[in-house]
Nanobody, 122 residues
Framework: VQLQASGGGLVQAGGSLRLSCAAS????????MGWFRQASGQEREFVAA????????IYADSVKGRFTVSRDNAKNAAYLQMISLKPEDTAVYYC????????????????WGQGTLVTVSS
């Protein structure tokens, strides 16, 4: 199983980025997908998750209204659209796959990607 996160980069505060997560080696449509992030020196934290069908999404309070999680099961891909970015959004962003619940708890996820760095300058 491989999860390849991409789309990170350097952006000014207030800007936008779209992260992608390309999945292979699993039946993508059976998995809930989550996005997590880890800032330097901090613990990994939940950002957003989407159910296997795409019908259900959940967000961390810190990103609600600014980030949108989506997926395309035909392309085996998940996405995280980020707008109104803030310096505190700076982190390595990871995508993860979970066959069971797609929760906000990292320990429930089965597979993880390698991460993509998002840097938001002030």
């Amino acid at each position: 199983v491989q999860l390849q996160a991409s789309g990170g980069g350097l952006v000014q505060a207030g800007g936008s980025l779209r992260l992608s997560c390309a999945a292979s080696g699993l039946t993508f449509g059976n998995y809930n997908m989550g996005w997590f992030r880890q800032a330097s020196g901090q613990e990994r934290e939940f950002v957003a998750a989407i159910s296997w069908s795409g019908r259900s999404t959940i967000y961390a309070d810190s990103v609600k209204g600014r980030f949108t999680v989506s997926r395309d099961n035909a392309k085996n891909a998940a996405y995280l659209q980020m707008i109104s970015l803030k310096p505190e959004d700076t982190a390595v962003y990871y995508c993860a796959a979970d066959v069971n619940s797609g929760s906000r708890y990292s320990y429930e996820y089965d597979y993880w990607g390698q991460g993509t760095l998002v840097t938001v300058s002030s």
